[in-house]
């Protein structure tokens, strides 16, 4: 086995890793920050690949759906909070879990009667279409531009919680909301756009994957059960949990994809179940909170 | 956030109120079931994947096989007696059809079971139609459930199966020397399909460079792209369905495979072409049990997609849908010709029928009820060559049905 493959099943690893990253990132900061397991994350996922394909179909330009889709989706989320979830909050945590698990069954019956059942296609922009020569194999251009937009969007999200008030808002906010209420911030407001930034994360990494994959109602469902994978493998609201533990899981199917490739999917649960062993918490979970 | 003891309190509650529900359902179920009134409709059970990632090729195999039922009423039904398709969703899963199989035969009391889409899935049908003595009409594609292992008198299989597909689409593609890889869903299909192939290029004098089993439903065949193009195969097979199909397609395409490799699939599906477009298909050949196209050279096509167009709006019948079709009208006819559904004589008169329904002459082989038919072998055409938005495909062969085409009956175990 030669090392130009190793490093071409590397790179596969990390644009896998990416769409998980991203993904993951929306799951675990809803429920790092108000304590909802969103369920819907993955049909929001498809939902987010609908509203890309359409939006760059309507305007003749995948990179309005790239911007577009995300922003609409996303305060599509904060409706979602406003009207449901929010009524939600202070209750046990299963209240919101199956709240979010029927709205995932409507919104995937809801694309279903619109678009139907089958498959759309969704072509890559012509900018992106071919192989970049990456000195040992040829290399998707499209992946790479994956890769290279979801480093942007964690610099963004990472800057933003760190060095600005908002940030500083909702991270103090995460731990004690009663104090935050009493310094005079209004919390809701700040749960109203962590919920809206979930959703458009999972809306992202919908248009992200749609010209990889076929576009179609349940392409969520498998990539719901991927970033919980994920989350439950950093920890669960960790949002550098979710970065390692998806970059981790991308490397790791890519891998065994090359030794026992009928292996590649079930590595994933067997690293979770390996975590959980050593950490329960995850890798970068804090104790007390799963 | 509440805290712990609220929390504790509430999840109490939804345990308590959990556990009435259950109750209530448990008494619900043992309630007697009411016997369905004895009639003399012909009911056949129907259970295909309606949910799942081969949903579409169900769909179109309700609307086929309600098509031929709805053709055999209008004639005043068979042997006088009005027909009822009973369409059940198998969810693609084993456990879940075997249920749904069973109830057909005990609640629905149906004469006859057609249906499944999964090869796996058939298999589980297939047990229960053998233990509970009901013919089943299988429509996917299978080479075990012809063998004596799986095989009972109460078996049909009117799908192609995996040695007639890949050894057609394996002599349209496949020459003496070249250097084959195979990427393939890790499942009863793959298996067949990949065992078809092998057997059909070593035949040819082709050498296997490569098997990359991939998991069933996999959303992501990236990480088998550089082993693939590593291999530097003259041709690459996939031998996967539904979505796997499309999707495996799809990415082959993005890394560059097409340039480097012939790609071919032991089947060609009419719904993934069309989920993922002409761009991503252009020169892939697949075999196929039916294209519409067909019926400009073949009349039983035109007269199919006739009836077809008229009763859903215009559209044009698809490969898996046609399936239905034949299925269940083969069946149909068997019950005429034999005046109702005494399971002997139904299963006398279907080893013995010819039947043209729609692409031309088939007949079931006595030994182990396969269908002997024609295999179709399609290129998918460019976006530019394409006349109409369903000008899918090219045919590039179309083989006539013959009993060489299958393995002898005594490879399959039965007596000669």
């Not at chain 1, 050593?278 to 104790?287: A, E, N, W």
């Not at chain 2, 046609?322 to 299925?327: H, M």
């Not at chain 2, 460019?382 to 009956?409: H, Q, T, W």
């Amino acid at each position: 086995m030669d090392l130009s493959l190793i490093i071409m099943q590397l790179f596969s690893g990390i644009a896998l890793g990416a769409v998980l990253v991203i993904t993951a990132l929306g799951l675990t900061i809803v429920f790092g920050m108000l304590g909802v397991v969103n369920f819907a994350h993955g049909a929001l996922f498809m939902i987010g690949a609908y509203a890309g394909l359409y939006l760059a179909s309507l305007t003749g330009s995948f990179w309005w759906g790239l911007l577009l889709a995300p922003i609409l989706v996303g305060a599509f989320g904060m409706l979602i909070e406003l009207v449901l979830v929010r009524r939600l909050y202070g209750r046990s945590i299963d209240d919101p879990l199956l709240l979010t698990f029927g709205l995932s069954y409507i919104l995937v019956e809801g694309v279903r009667i619109v678009f139907g059942s089958d498959g759309i296609p969704f072509p890559t922009p012509s900018q992106l279409i071919g192989v970049v020569d990456l000195g040992v194999g040829f290399f998707p251009k499209y992946r790479l531009f994956v890769i290279a937009l979801v480093a942007v969007v964690l610099l963004v999200l990472w800057l933003m919680l760190e060095k600005t008030r908002v940030g500083l808002i909702v991270r103090a906010g995460a731990r004690d909301p009663l104090i935050m209420r009493v310094l005079g911030v209004d919390i809701g407001k700040v749960w109203l756009a962590i919920f809206g930034l979930g959703v458009g994360l999972a809306a992202l990494g919908g248009v992200l994957a749609g010209p990889m994959r076929s576009v179609n109602p349940e392409m969520g469902t498998l990539v719901l059960a991927e970033a919980f994978v994920v989350t439950v493998i950093g920890g669960l609201g960790s949002i550098v949990g979710a970065v390692v533990a998806g970059l981790m899981v991308g490397i790791c199917i890519s891998m065994v994809a090359l030794f026992a490739p009928e292996m590649a999917t079930i590595v994933m649960f067997a690293l979770m179940a390996a975590v959980l062993l050593i950490r329960p918490q995850g890798l970068f979970g804090l104790k007390g909170r799963a | 956030m509440p805290n712990y003891e609220t929390r504790l309190r509430r999840t109490g509650i939804s345990r308590r109120t959990a556990l009435m529900g259950m109750s209530a359902g448990v008494a619900t179920l043992a309630m007697p079931r009411l016997g369905r009134a004895a009639d003399d409709t012909i009911r056949i059970g129907f259970p295909t994947p309606l949910t799942g990632p081969f949903a579409a090729e169900a769909r179109d195999q309700v609307k086929c096989a309600e098509l031929a039922v709805k053709l055999v009423n209008d004639k005043g039904g068979v042997a006088g007696r009005k027909v009822e398709l009973l369409v059940r969703d198998d969810k693609l899963n084993a456990g879940e059809a075997a249920t749904r199989t069973l109830e057909l035969i005990e609640k629905d009391k149906v004469h006859a079971i057609v249906g499944a889409l999964s090869s796996a899935v058939q298999l589980a049908v297939n047990e229960v139609t053998r233990a509970r003595g009901v013919i089943y009409v299988s429509i996917s594609q299978s080479d075990t459930i012809n063998e004596v292992k799986d095989f009972s008198k109460y078996t049909f299989h009117e799908a192609l199966n995996p040695h007639m597909t890949t050894a057609a689409v394996a002599r349209q593609t496949i020459k003496k020397g070249m250097k084959v890889a195979h990427l393939v869903a890790d499942y009863a299909y793959g298996h067949e399909m990949l065992r078809g192939f092998k057997r059909a290029q070593t035949a040819i004098g082709a050498e296997s460079v490569g098997e990359i089993l991939h998991p069933f439903g996999a959303a992501d065949y990236s990480t088998f792209m550089p082993r693939l193009m590593s291999l530097r195969p003259d041709v690459l097979c996939i031998s996967n369905f539904g979505r796997d199909q499309a999707n495996a397609i799809k990415q082959a395409v993005d890394f560059g495979i097409k340039q480097q490799m012939k790609i071919v699939v032991p089947v060609i599906l009419h719904n993934q072409r069309l989920a993922v477009g002409p761009d991503v298909f252009e020169g892939v050949v697949g075999g196929a049990n039916y294209y519409w196209g067909l019926e400009t050279q073949n009349k039983t096509a035109a007269e199919f997609n006739k009836a077809f167009r008229a009763a859903n709006g215009g559209a044009i019948p698809t490969d898996y849908g046609a399936y239905g079709y034949s299925g269940v009208g083969s069946l149909l006819q068997a019950m005429q010709a034999a005046g109702g559904t005494d399971t002997d004589k139904v299963i006398a008169v279907l080893e013995g029928l010819q039947y043209d329904l729609t692409k031309g002459p088939q007949h079931y082989r006595k030994c182990d009820h396969q269908s002997v038919q024609s295999v179709l072998v399609l290129e998918s055409k460019k976006k530019s060559a394409m006349a109409s938005e369903n000008d899918l495909f090219a045919i590039v062969a179309s083989d006539p049905g013959a009993d060489e085409m299958l393995r002898s009956c005594g490879e399959l175990g039965h007596a000669t």
